[in-house]
């Protein structure tokens, strides 16, 4: 059964980093496209980033353009979201999710995603 697993989440002042990690086991991960997503309290899931099974692509949301930056390893089966110049509107759970395999379409919608990570929280201090 496939699983997400999430870590380096934690407390980190406005303009500090983070690396969050997402490790998966139970599926041929380099043909998975991966997304990070954030959730706070009341608000709905919210898209981060996307990096494509061929990491050819890589897509953002607009508030985290030039400071996050998603990357995938796939001999370690493993997405990583770099998370520089943090803000703590950027505070929240990020979790990652898995695509259906060589998915190709639209990155942003939860929908998309079929496996889900469990989360880590993040949260930034002003």
């Known amino acids: 059964q496939a699983q997400l697993v999430e870590s380096g989440g934690g407390l980190v002042q406005a303009g500090g980093s983070l690396r969050l990690s997402c490790a998966a086991s139970?599926?041929?991960?380099?043909?998975?496209?991966m997304g990070w997503f954030r959730q706070t309290p009341g608000k709905e899931r919210e898209f981060v980033a996307a990096?494509?099974?061929?990491?050819?692509?890589?897509y953002y949301a607009d508030s985290v353009k030039g400071r996050f930056t998603i990357s995938r390893d796939n001999t370690e089966s493993t997405v990583y979201l770099q998370m520089n110049s943090l803000k703590p509107e950027d505070t929240g759970v990020y979790s990652c999710?898995?695509?259906?395999?060589?998915?190709?379409?639209?990155?942003?919608?939860?929908?998309?995603?079929?496996?889900w990570g469990q989360g880590t929280q993040v949260t930034v201090s002003s």
């Open positions: 999710a898995a695509a259906p395999q060589y998915y190709y379409g639209d990155y942003v919608s939860p929908s998309t995603y079929d496996i």
């Open positions: 990096i494509r099974w061929s990491a050819i692509s890589t």
């Open positions: 139970g599926r041929t991960f380099s043909s998975y496209s």
